[in-house]
């Protein structure tokens, strides 16, 4: 396999990884499970699916593969830093509040805050056209608009930050209040739109 073959079959891989992800992140947002029990038990799915805006459809997306590591690395960093990453999201997209946000939106933008401020191996750019592009598969094109938005935020901010020479930024500075609730809260608030959702069980792929 030559050097390109290699660049792209892990570009590949990272992308899949992506997308198991936020899979498993909606998973155990929508069950209450938390993930490290998820991938524990393994009652996740690796059948990547996605609405079809055009048809109403479920649409595969990538056959049945086992779970890439970056993607348990992916969703345990999220499940870790999910306050510092729901503080700083509260903090740049303060006209929607994080708990109303949709919830594939809101995953997303957790995993590219992660991968932006945890993976340094990860260039900014990257991070952010992944996360286009997921948002493109699994959600459509206001939600694609929205999330390339408060990213760009971000990346804006750092990018100031780090020319200015000042810190970076620091979530504990920020007021309590604009952190997301419990999966409890966010279950009890979005309750009719789940009910539309209907028969999302732990075990069911992102539909």
């Known amino acids: 396999m030559t050097g390109g073959q290699q660049g792209s079959s892990q570009r590949g891989s990272r ?7 936020l899979q498993i992140l909606y998973q155990s947002e929508i069950s209450g499970v938390p993930v490290p029990k998820i991938l524990t038990d393994r009652t996740y799915s690796t059948v990547e699916v996605a609405p079809s805006a055009q048809e109403g459809a479920d649409e595969v997306l990538v056959d049945d593969v086992p779970l890439e590591d970056y993607a348990m690395t992916l969703a345990l960093g999220v499940h870790e830093h999910l306050k510092e990453i729901d503080r700083r999201l509260s903090d740049t997209s303060q006209n929607w509040k994080l708990y109303r946000m949709a919830t594939v939106d809101r995953n997303i933008l957790r995993l590219a805050v ?94």
Do not use: M, W
């Open 15 to 21: 992308s899949r990884a992506r997308r198991q992800a």
């Open 114 to 207: 992660y991968e932006i401020s945890y993976c340094d191996e990860v260039p900014v750019a990257v991070a952010i056209n992944e996360a286009v592009e997921v948002a493109r598969a699994f959600a459509g094109d206001e939600s694609t608009k929205f999330i390339n938005g408060v990213l760009g935020t971000i990346a804006t901010q750092d990018a100031e930050q780090e020319q200015s020479g000042l810190p970076f930024f620091d979530p504990s500075k920020l007021p309590s209040d604009q952190v997301i609730g419990s999966v409890e809260d966010v279950v009890e608030d979005q309750a009719p739109a789940l009910a539309d959702e209907g028969s999302a069980v732990a075990q069911e792929p992102l539909a």
